[in-house]
């Protein structure tokens, strides 16, 4: 498979029996609901590769916020006039729903109607090579129960050129451009009836590394279970890949960077947030997959690091560099990695 940024058509080669110019057949998902501006942004990007169904999840405006009337159907007039072949599918609130039960009955609809896509926000802008490299995948780990979702994020600093594997595996889901199926969304619960029996018999701490990313999982869980928490839905995602033991499947470079960060935004408003923004780079084709199916912990460590949790990130950077060294060969020892 190849792919040229600049054209506006996958250059097909491998996979199936697609030649040039062949629309995109995998569905793709996309949640909005009233950033016009960002919405025709990955129209745009979408408008290059062509997918042949496109399902639109949209909140209703909130009747307390001037112009959120004038600004929701601004979004939806944009899925009228496509430019090209496209089956455009609507699940639109008439009124605001709020982040967690719109997006939650969204996925839910996405997956009733389709057995496998790729998800994306409007906020979420993608590299083109996301789509490809998400609808290999899809195939190619279809059937495999090892294997959750395959996320378009990486927010660790890899090296320059380093692309070989072209992915790695994960504990942890990362959802700001992914891909899945219908088998791993029904897995995901939001009440979380098992959740004090996971966390009490050991089971969540058996799943991270280490005890910080317990507590910190810990901390989280049991606000949404006694509900002082629910303005995200991911979260759920996350328990349900440690409950089941699912990997995600990590790009060797980060292939969708989130441009939403700001006021604007429902929960990601701290626009000085390190991995807002983050630039997106190509993957290279063919893929090169890799040898074994397995996670590393600390990699893991490092991701939890970065994406979840910045304070530990900021701690860990400001270890003094033999510490750093002394705790990777302790590890490497233990065949963590």
Same mark, same amino acid.
């Given at each position: 498979?190849?792919?040229?940024?600049?054209?506006?058509?996958?250059?097909?080669?491998?996979?199936?029996? /697609?030649?040039?110019?062949?629309?995109?057949?995998?569905?793709?998902?996309?949640?909005?609901?009233?950033?016009?501006? #960002?919405?025709?942004? #990955?129209?745009?990007?979408?408008?290059?590769? /062509?997918?042949?169904?496109?399902?639109?999840? $949209?909140?209703?405006?909130?009747?307390?916020?001037?112009?959120?009337?004038?600004? @929701?159907?601004?979004?939806?007039?944009?899925?009228?006039?496509?430019?090209?072949?496209?089956?455009?599918?609507?699940?639109?609130?008439?009124?605001?729903?709020?982040?967690?039960?719109?997006?939650?009955?969204?996925?839910?609809?996405?997956?009733?109607?389709?057995?496998?896509?790729?998800?994306?926000?409007?906020?979420?802008?993608?590299?083109?090579?996301?789509?490809?490299? @998400?609808?290999?995948? *899809?195939?190619?780990?279809?059937?495999?129960?090892?294997?959750?979702?395959? $996320?378009?994020?990486?927010?660790?600093?890899?090296?320059?050129?380093?692309?070989?594997? $072209?992915?790695?595996?994960?504990?942890?889901?990362?959802?700001?451009?992914?891909?899945?199926?219908?088998?791993?969304?029904?897995?995901?619960?939001?009440?979380?009836?098992?959740?004090?029996?996971?966390?009490?018999?050991?089971?969540?701490?058996?799943?991270?590394?280490?005890?910080?990313?317990?507590?910190?999982?810990?901390?989280?869980?049991?606000?949404?279970?006694?509900?002082?928490?629910?303005?995200?839905?991911?979260?759920? *995602?996350?328990?349900? @890949?440690?409950?089941?033991?699912? *990997?995600?499947?990590?790009?060797?470079?980060?292939?969708?960077?989130?441009?939403?960060?700001?006021?604007?935004?429902?929960?990601?408003?701290?626009?000085?947030? #390190?991995?807002?923004?983050?630039?997106?780079?190509?993957?290279?084709?063919?893929?090169?997959?890799?040898?074994?199916?397995? %996670? $590393?912990?600390?990699?893991?460590?490092?991701?939890?690091?970065?994406?979840?949790?910045?304070?530990?990130?900021?701690?860990? %950077?400001?270890? /003094?560099?033999?510490?750093?060294?002394?705790?990777?060969?302790? @590890?490497?020892?233990?065949?963590?990695?």
């Amino acid at each position: 498979m190849r792919y040229e940024q600049n054209s506006r058509y996958f250059f097909v080669a491998q996979v199936g029996n /697609k030649a040039v110019g062949d629309m995109f057949n995998t569905p793709i998902a996309i949640f909005t609901f009233n950033r016009p501006q #960002l919405t025709e942004r #990955l129209l745009g990007i979408l408008a290059q590769v /062509k997918p042949r169904r496109i399902l639109v999840v $949209s909140d209703g405006p909130r009747p307390h916020v001037p112009g959120d009337v004038v600004k @929701c159907a601004a979004v939806r007039r944009l899925f009228d006039n496509l430019d090209w072949e496209c089956r455009v599918e609507r699940n639109f609130a008439e009124t605001n729903m709020g982040s967690f039960p719109r997006n939650s009955s969204g996925l839910n609809w996405v997956f009733e109607q389709v057995e496998e896509a790729i998800i994306l926000e409007d906020d979420c802008l993608p590299d083109l090579s996301f789509f490809p490299y @998400c609808e290999e995948l *899809l195939v190619k780990y279809r059937d495999d129960s090892r294997v959750g979702l395959i $996320s378009g994020n990486n927010f660790l600093k890899m090296r320059e050129g380093q692309q070989t594997p $072209s992915y790695f595996f994960s504990r942890y889901a990362m959802t700001w451009g992914w891909a899945s199926w219908r088998r791993i969304w029904q897995q995901v619960d939001f009440n979380m009836p098992y959740w004090p029996e996971f966390r009490d018999s050991g089971k969540l701490r058996k799943a991270v590394f280490t005890s910080s990313e317990a507590k910190y999982w810990q901390s989280i869980y049991d606000a949404i279970l006694e509900r002082r928490m629910n303005n995200a839905w991911d979260y759920q *995602l996350i328990l349900a @890949c440690l409950r089941f033991n699912l *990997l995600t499947i990590v790009p060797s470079v980060n292939l969708v960077s989130n441009v939403g960060f700001g006021p604007d935004a429902t929960n990601c408003t701290d626009i000085g947030n #390190l991995i807002s923004n983050v630039p997106v780079h190509g993957l290279k084709f063919p893929l090169a997959h890799p040898k074994k199916i397995r %996670a $590393s912990a600390w990699v893991d460590y490092r991701i939890f690091q970065r994406r979840f949790h910045e304070y530990e990130w900021f701690r860990w %950077a400001t270890l /003094k560099p033999r510490i750093y060294q002394l705790f990777k060969s302790f @590890c490497r020892r233990l065949g963590l990695k």
